[in-house]
């Protein structure tokens, strides 16, 4: 059983995990150069924890104790009561969901790893927004996707925005990043997948007339919010696909679009 420990000073060491959380470019470096992650909000807190991710410790408000109390009985770590108030000047917001824990991140898988059961894999680049990535693993949990595959450059699937907006399936859908990029499709590629680009390019051919969801296995690419796949993607992709748009909409934001492709990838797929 944890121990419940008050804290009636903002910078008492022990709540160093939960300083500067608004601070996006702080949090970036110190977070996955401490091993850590933060997980806000009841559910995700608990989903992190069905996951196998290993508690720090977990800073709460007094009123959140009742609600926590049985994480709170099983958690190995300590418990970090706090007033409100102390808690935003801490972190840097009002925290809301009144429950905040630092989480112990798991060592990555290498892609070629993941890609030996995977059918059905997401690839991005340079998707940097949390929200998106976020929002992009949630419908790839929902909608039966079996793996991620980041860009170098993508941005931190459990920093607590993504976390937050996914709730909580980042931990879900496994995922790693490319060493690579654009040459590290080349491993997907001689994995059996067929690299499908999801582009709004009049050149594309659209989703229902490629049909992947009778492929075999099926690497889904997608861009940034605004720029899309860069030339260097497209070019190593084996198709371009699109969604067909009505009403003059030339595109969706990537996390609609994201939804709406992975639905038809996975619709009727083979089985295992």
């Given at each position: 059983?944890?121990?419940?420990?008050?804290?009636?000073?903002?910078?008492d060491?022990?709540?160093?995990?939960?300083?500067?959380?608004?601070d996006?470019?702080?949090?970036?470096?110190?977070?996955?150069?401490?091993?850590?992650?933060?997980?806000?909000?009841?559910?995700?807190?608990?989903?992190?924890?069905?996951?196998?991710?290993?508690?720090?410790?977990?800073?709460?408000?007094?009123?959140w104790?009742?609600?926590?109390?049985?994480?709170?009985?099983?958690?190995?770590?300590?418990?970090?009561?706090?007033?409100?108030?102390?808690?935003?000047?801490?972190?840097?917001?009002?925290?809301?969901?009144?429950?905040?824990?630092?989480?112990?991140?798991?060592?990555?898988p290498?892609?070629?790893?993941?890609?030996?059961?995977?059918?059905?894999?997401?690839?991005?680049?340079?998707?940097?927004?949390?929200t998106n990535?976020?929002a992009?693993?949630r419908?790839?949990?929902?909608?039966g996707?079996?793996?991620?595959?980041?860009?170098?450059?993508?941005?931190?699937?459990?920093?607590?925005?993504?976390?937050?907006?996914?709730m909580?399936?980042?931990?879900?859908?496994p995922?790693?990043?490319?060493?690579?990029?654009?040459?590290?499709?080349?491993?997907?590629?001689?994995a059996?997948?067929?690299?499908?680009?999801?582009?709004?390019?009049?050149?594309?051919?659209a989703?229902?007339?490629?049909?992947?969801?009778?492929?075999?296995?099926?690497?889904?690419?997608?861009?940034?919010?605004?720029?899309?796949?860069?030339?260097?993607a497209?070019a190593?992709?084996?198709e371009?696909?699109?969604?067909?748009?009505?009403?003059?909409?030339?595109?969706?934001n990537?996390?609609?679009?994201?939804?709406?492709a992975?639905?038809?990838?996975?619709?009727?797929?083979?089985?295992?």
């Amino acid at each position: 059983m944890a121990d419940l420990i008050t804290i009636d000073e903002p910078d008492d060491p022990r709540l160093h995990d939960y300083t500067g959380l608004t601070d996006v470019e702080l949090r970036r470096r110190r977070e996955p150069a401490e091993g850590l992650f933060i997980a806000e909000g009841e559910k995700v807190i608990r989903r992190a924890g069905e996951a196998g991710y290993a508690m720090r410790s977990m800073l709460l408000s007094a009123k959140w104790v009742d609600t926590m109390r049985d994480i709170i009985d099983e958690a190995p770590a300590p418990v970090y009561v706090v007033d409100p108030a102390l808690a935003e000047q801490v972190t840097g917001y009002h925290v809301h969901r009144g429950a905040l824990a630092s989480m112990q991140r798991k060592p990555l898988p290498t892609a070629a790893d993941l890609l030996t059961t995977a059918r059905r894999v997401v690839v991005m680049e340079s998707v940097n927004d949390h929200t998106n990535i976020g929002a992009i693993f949630r419908s790839a949990a929902a909608l039966g996707m079996d793996a991620v595959l980041l860009s170098p450059d993508c941005a931190d699937p459990l920093y607590r925005r993504s976390v937050k907006v996914s709730m909580g399936a980042v931990f879900s859908v496994p995922y790693a990043r490319l060493d690579t990029w654009p040459t590290g499709l080349e491993t997907v590629r001689e994995a059996g997948f067929t690299l499908l680009a999801l582009t709004p390019d009049d050149r594309a051919k659209a989703l229902d007339e490629v049909a992947p969801h009778r492929m075999d296995r099926v690497a889904l690419m997608l861009g940034a919010e605004g720029d899309g796949l860069s030339r260097r993607a497209l070019a190593a992709s084996d198709e371009w696909v699109r969604i067909p748009m009505s009403h003059g909409v030339d595109s969706l934001n990537v996390g609609a679009a994201a939804a709406v492709a992975f639905y038809a990838v996975a619709t009727g797929r083979p089985s295992a």
